[in-house]
């Protein structure tokens, strides 16, 4: 059974530093990992969605990698804001089915 | 941002009565998913439909039960729903397996 962990939990930071949040996965036969970001009382936004044959995705000041080899994709946040200020989630689809696996998520707060 | 309406918005509803949520999309994506979302547990996926009249169970199915008889909508209900099942449902989309997922805004559910 596919299991996703993101760490650190929670993260605060001043503005304008450069941020890397981890998520690890234990089965690396994956088809995807995709990023979103979360507001509060608020549903998922894609941010990045890599497949398993690329190594990583760029949008603007986010860029995430892979390595399926060691189970790990990191989501590097550039000159971070206050309007980051979020939670972060990564999702593994793997299997026959394509069923995602979420991890619990990194709640970010970028203070000014 | 995709389409994905889910209705209701939010609904406060007695214990032991029935409850249909519904989620409705308007890009043609072949695949749809149920998830519940509560605080210490993450994201837990509920069902989730691989086609019209396709469906199958997810992590935490029991006490729900989901319909597809169309492309656009996919129902989650709750035959008789318990306290346990308050939470902030979230519908799903994705085009084919391998392809990034998308998020409503989510269903605030109260049962008293």
């Known amino acids: 059974k596919q299991e996703v962990t993101q760490i650190p939990a929670a993260l605060s930071v001043p503005e304008g530093e450069n941020l890397v949040l981890n998520c690890s996965f234990t089965?690396?036969?994956?088809?995807?990992l995709q990023w979103f970001r979360q507001d509060p009382g608020k549903g998922l936004t894609s941010l990045l969605l890599?497949?398993?044959?690329?190594r990583e995705q760029t949008s603007g000041r986010l860029n995430a990698s892979l390595d399926k080899s060691s189970g790990r994709s990191t989501l590097y946040i550039a000159a971070s804001q206050p309007g980051d200020s979020a939670t972060y989630l990564c999702a593994v689809k793997s299997g026959g089915s394509y069923i995602p696996t979420f991890g619990r998520g990194t709640s970010l707060i970028v203070h000014p | 941002d995709a389409g994905i309406t889910q209705s209701p918005r939010h609904k406060v509803t007695e214990t032991g009565t029935p409850v249909t949520l519904r989620c409705h999309q308007t890009e043609n994506h072949r695949y749809m998913y149920w998830y519940r979302q509560d605080p210490g547990h993450g994201l837990r996926l509920i069902h989730y439909?691989?086609?019209?009249?396709?469906?199958d169970k997810g992590e935490v199915s029991d006490g729900y039960s989901v319909s597809r008889s169309k492309t656009e909508d996919f129902l989650l209900t709750l035959e008789s729903a318990t306290s346990s099942q308050t939470s902030v449902y979230f519908c799903a989309i994705s085009r084919q397996g391998d392809q990034p997922q998308h998020f409503g805004d989510g269903t605030r559910l109260s049962i008293l």
């Open positions: 890599i497949q398993s044959s690329q």
């Open positions: 439909s691989y086609g019209v009249k396709d469906t």
């Open positions: 089965d690396s036969a994956i088809y995807n």
